[in-house]
């Protein structure tokens, strides 16, 4: 059995004393080295369990435990240490006045000997692919680049979670591409939990769990393929299921019997073939 | 677009004043402001007017950066030297219009000021083409350690300086994006009398000034997140370094401040 990382046990946040519960007695677990997702529309909460997680924001009631210690005023530059995030903005994350300069700034504040540092920018930003633009500016940089950077940052500070709120949002498809294949290969790599919070439905099928949430609630979780099989439950709380799972339903009323709920490509045409040989 | 990225005037080199520590730099102009008022002789003058040349062939940049950083001073060196030729009224008079007297005193001093005047401009934008704002910032940060002692925020004065420094060709794009979304929507800011072209900015700025804000919040939780506490046990990746080279050149330096005092017309 794997080790809890997270833990969030009855958590409710709001943002003031007689403003609406964003969330809501939320209670789950995240393990280590798990890839979770973490969906659901705008202002269902999703953010706001990222940042309670780090310590940015604190819950009204219940307790969210990281690797066993309570976050809390006390423990928050612990925790931080622990629990790295990348924001949906790559500009407005970004301290230095060049790559390394940024890579460096999360270790600086940790007090980290200059030696190491550069040893470290050196490994991290050869993980993420940008060793060779170290000295470039930040305006020089895409969005991509820029997320890829923030990444880095984070990894030299070697968390046990990695959270991506939001983090390719902004990114033209190219980039975001490219930030997936980084951070699945950091997660294959390294012993690191990692929680994305996203919109998009390819970054959910890549993860092993996922937590679905809806009005400041849980209102599923499971694997992505428990998940998406609920596909009209999915479009009552008005999120879309991703593209193959339409093909397939499509296919259904054409009469083509799919039994197996296909996740991706090849399982679909897995599950054609099979079907056209029976015919 | 690239052009006008370029912050400040820094013009990038290998030369031995690109190369010297800011700190060194800092601290010899800033005494040179001071000598400058000491000069009073022909010879100090000279001994002033060598060290600034002299600097500027080394730094290996081409004059014509140098002259147009002074465009904006010209007016004042001009000026300067009229109000004197005007105003002191010493010695032999040159030339006698009828509303005006021209003393041999007042040429001399309206010569001497704007010398001085040029100087002053020609070293100090001698720093800022040689070293880049980046290391100015962290050579006013050690140059001002001291003054942690007494309370001033010496860090965070530095990390000011440096988030602007970074932000600022983030909001020139975003300045450059808003102005063409607005000349899309009609707003004309070419044309048209002063006062109108003026309006114009309006539209431009406060959009500017809201995604600053919203830029400074989201950063300031990126800061947070990334276990920024303040400067108590920072460590620092830029490290600054007195090399020998310095020391020659604060030597050389001591010679010219030297051979000024030594030159200096003392009455």
Redesign the interface.
């Known amino acids: 059995m794997r080790q809890k990382l997270v833990e969030f046990r009855n958590v409710s946040f709001r943002y003031d004393d007689d403003g609406p519960w964003i969330l809501n007695d939320c209670s789950f677990t995240i393990y280590e080295n798990q890839s979770v997702a973490i969906i659901g529309h705008n202002g269902s909460g999703k953010s706001t369990i990222a940042k309670l997680m780090n310590g940015l924001l604190f819950p009204q009631k219940g307790q969210i435990l990281i690797d066993g210690k309570e976050v809390n005023a006390q423990t928050i530059w612990d925790i931080r240490k622990d629990v790295g995030m990348v924001f949906q903005n790559p500009d407005n994350q970004f301290v230095g006045t060049t790559v390394q300069d940024d890579v460096a700034f999360g270790m600086e504040n940790r007090g980290i000997a200059r030696e190491e540092m550069m040893k470290r920018i050196e490994d991290t930003l050869t993980a993420v692919g940008m060793q060779h633009k170290r000295l470039s500016e930040p305006h020089r940089l895409s969005g991509g680049q820029k997320q890829r950077v923030a990444i880095a940052s984070v990894l030299a500070i070697s968390p046990k979670l990695l959270i991506l709120d939001e983090a390719t949002a902004m990114l033209d498809p190219k980039g975001r591409q490219s930030i997936m294949k980084t951070v699945s290969h950091l997660h294959e790599q390294d012993v690191m939990s990692l929680v994305s919070i996203t919109h998009d439905l390819e970054e959910v099928m890549m993860a092993e769990w996922v937590i679905v949430m809806n009005q400041g609630e849980i209102w599923a979780e499971g694997t992505p393929r428990d998940i998406f099989t609920r596909k009209d439950a999915f479009h009552k709380i008005g999120l879309d299921i991703p593209f193959v799972g339409k093909l397939t339903e499509a296919l259904r009323r054409a009469d083509v019997s799919i039994t197996e709920e296909p996740l991706n490509h090849e399982e679909l045409l897995e599950a054609l073939w099979t079907f056209h040989s029976k015919t | 677009m690239s052009n006008s990225?370029i912050i400040g005037q820094y013009v990038p080199g290998q030369s031995i004043v690109h190369r010297l520590d800011p700190r060194t730099k800092i601290i010899m102009i800033f005494f040179f402001v001071f000598i400058v008022f000491f000069a009073n002789s022909v010879p100090s003058y000279s001994i002033l007017a060598f060290f600034a040349f002299g600097s500027i062939v080394l730094s290996r940049i081409p004059f014509r950066f140098i002259l147009k950083g002074l465009t904006p001073i010209w007016f004042l060196i001009g000026f300067t030297f009229l109000l004197h030729i005007i105003i002191t009224r010493e010695g032999a008079v040159l030339v006698d219009l009828v509303v005006l007297k021209i003393y041999s005193g007042g040429l001399i001093q309206g010569f001497a000021i704007s010398l001085r005047f040029f100087l002053l401009i020609l070293v100090t934008s001698l720093l800022t083409l040689t070293t880049t704002p980046?290391e100015i910032t962290d050579a006013i940060e050690t140059l001002l350690n001291p003054l942690k002692k007494v309370k001033f925020p010496v860090h965070e004065l530095a990390l000011m300086m440096?988030?602007s420094?970074?932000f600022i060709?983030?909001l020139m794009?975003e300045m450059d994006k808003i102005s063409k979304a607005q000349a899309s929507r009609g707003v004309d800011f070419r044309t048209g009398p002063i006062k109108e072209r003026a309006k114009a900015i309006v539209p431009l700025l406060v959009p500017l000034f809201v995604s600053a804000f919203?830029?400074a919040e989201?950063?300031a939780?990126?800061?947070?997140?990334?276990?920024?506490?303040g400067g108590e046990?920072?460590?620092?990746?830029?490290?600054l370094r007195i090399s020998g080279r310095d020391w020659v050149a604060l030597f050389l330096f001591a010679v010219v401040l030297a051979g000024l005092f030594a030159t200096r017309h003392y009455s």
């Open positions: 990225l980046i440096s988030i420094l970074r060709p983030t794009q919203k830029r989201d950063l939780m990126a800061m947070e997140a990334r276990g920024y506490q046990g920072r460590t620092k990746l830029r490290i």
